[in-house]
């Protein structure tokens, strides 16, 4: 069954460093966003993204966030410079035309 | 049940017995999904129903839409230990963007 896989599922990081999340989504799907988790609370819209451009943004995804399709098949989340506040589960997700969105196992950043 | 201010509930029963979750949301709707989550994993999406919908079942899984009511329920019937999850309601806003806004969700602990 094809599925959406993270990368990396845990990454620690010093606060103020720059760090990429990756993604690959389900390969025929068009639509592709990024969720937050952080532990404890609801679910976050970050972005999404369709033919190659950013379709909306939530209110969490300023300056520092930026999003990617550098090829084919990887949806990357780069974070310019990390906060404390910004640990939590990243969650990639992509959806065809049906609505459900099928999301991916999570990268869980740390920021120390 | 979950809204956006409202704190998650817990819920305990025996293996076999259903387990009935509700949501409620404020904004008007394309459509409303579940999705379940268990710990430190991905979210899965279990059930999609439109605004033009009063329920909808698959499976073991039934959803009721009240749009009058801006509230949903999800019924797991004959429930299994392995149903042991959080179960999370998701509103795609009337625009359509599956800008998914979730609520707080529902812990099930399903007993053998």
């Known amino acids: 069954e094809p599925e959406v896989t993270q990368t990396p599922s845990h990454q620690v990081t010093q606060m103020g460093q720059e760090v990429i999340l990756r993604c690959v989504p389900i390969?025929?799907?068009?639509?592709f966003y990024w969720y937050r988790q952080i532990l404890g609370q609801k679910v976050e819209f970050l972005v999404s993204f369709y033919n190659n451009e950013i379709s909306e943004k939530s209110e969490i995804f300023d300056d520092q966030f930026s999003v990617e399709r550098p090829d084919g098949s990887n949806f990357t989340l780069k974070i310019r410079s990390t906060k404390l506040e910004d640990s939590a589960m990243y969650f990639c997700a992509s959806s065809g035309t049906a609505g459900e969105l099928f999301f991916g196992e999570g990268s869980r950043l740390t920021v120390l | 049940s979950q809204q956006g201010e409202e704190d998650p509930q817990a819920l305990s029963i025996q293996e076999g017995e259903n387990a009935t979750m509700n949501c409620s949301y404020k904004?008007?709707?394309?459509?409303l999904q579940w999705y379940r989550q268990n710990s430190g994993r991905g979210l899965v999406h279990l059930i999609l129903i439109r605004s033009n919908e009063r329920e909808k079942h698959s499976g073991r899984l039934r959803v009721t839409l009240d749009t009058s009511k801006k509230s949903s329920s999800l019924l797991i019937t004959a429930s299994r230990a392995a149903d042991t999850a959080s179960y999370f309601c998701a509103t795609d806003p009337f625009y359509g963007n599956n800008r998914l806004a979730f609520g707080k969700g529902n812990q099930v602990v399903v007993i053998p």
């Open positions: 390969s025929n799907h068009l639509y």
């Open positions: 904004t008007s709707i394309n459509n």
